[in-house]
């Protein structure tokens, strides 16, 4: 029996055809369907939208536009990143070393990964998938829900380079939202540290922890090293 023009058809499922094969080949169909029932959703839910109200940190993984991935990583004073409804969110780009990587790979492909994890209480991930686009600062005040407090600087701490408010944000439309499990999410104990937020002090910025300055590269220096006693 063929189903009524008129009814709708059901949209595809969550995730991509790459891990539908491998369900398929390793017979976890059955695991996999019971997480998009229960709790894969196209939109963040009440519960959802309180849990990044109270994060202050969240991983960003974005891609160029041939594939090539970035992972990196967003803090800011609790609520930072703010749920504008249901389907969209925003946060902002605080001064950071001038690359812009994470903001290229969006201008590129606007794909975006979001991971929040609660190291601190309930040990639980939530995992917000979607399109993102760079606005000014200007663009995000005109959003309907977004707070001032969204564009003011994160620290009010004094200092040199501190306290900086951001110009960039990014905004995203949410596709898919879901839990990530906390059985391998350690339970941490946050310990106080004065962030300087949006200095260029190297030394405040870790100096040269990896010690990769001096290895060598295969593209040409950007930067002339500097020489005398100051070097």
Known sequence: ???????????????????HLLQRNLGTERRAAAFYDHQVLDHLDEEMRRFVARMDMVFVATADRHGEADCSFR?????????????????????GNGVMASLGNVVENG????????FFEATIGLHVNGRAAVCRADQVRDLEG???ALLAAPGSAP????????ELFVL???????IHCGKHVPLLRRAGKDRDWGTDDPVRKGGDYFRAKREDRPWAPLVEPRTGAGA
């Open 172 to 178: 995203v439309q949410v596709d898919e939202a879901y």
């Open 159 to 166: 200092g040199p380079g501190r306290g900086r408010a951001p």
């Open 1 to 19: 029996m063929s189903s009524s023009p008129d009814r709708p058809r059901p949209a595809p499922l969550p995730g991509c055809a790459g891990e």
């Open 146 to 148: 977004a707070p001032p």
């Open 111 to 118: 794909h975006v990964g979001l991971l929040f994890v609660d």
């Open 75 to 95: 803090a800011g004073p609790a609520g930072f990143v703010t749920v504008l409804g249901p389907r969209s969110l925003v946060y902002p780009e605080y001064r």
